[in-house]
Nanobody, 123 residues
């Protein structure tokens, strides 16, 4: 089972990036999939999540209205479109998956994790 995150990079404040997370080894269309992030000196925090078949999406208050989460048609690739980025969005972004997380917004609810991709937003 593998989750491979990509798409991070350096962007100026106000800019956009799209992260991708390619899943393999499972039928991830049947899984909750989520994005978390860890900023320097901080704990990992929830960003966004998508239920199986993307029927319901969840966002943290800090990204609501700026970020969108989606999947490809097969449901095995997860995307995070990030718009109007600011310096507080600088972090390593991780994708995660679980069949049925006890708590969608908590890292402990997810069994599978990708290695992360770094997003740096400059002022």
């Amino acid at each position: 089972v593998q989750l491979q995150a990509s798409g991070g990079g350096l962007v100026q404040a106000g800019g956009s990036l799209r992260l991708s997370c390619a899943g393999s080894g499972r039928t991830f269309s049947d899984y909750f999939m989520a994005w978390f992030r860890r900023a320097p000196g901080k704990e990992r925090e929830f960003v966004a999540a998508s239920t199986p078949r993307s029927n319901i999406t969840y966002f943290s208050d800090s990204v609501k209205g700026r970020f969108t989460i989606s999947r490809d048609g097969a449901g095995n690739t997860l995307y995070l479109q990030m718009n109007n980025l600011n310096t507080e969005d600088t972090a390593i972004y991780y994708c995660a998956a679980d069949v049925s997380p006890a708590r969608v917004r908590r890292p402990a609810g997810y069994d599978y994790w990708g290695k992360g991709t770094l997003v740096t937003v400059s002022s």
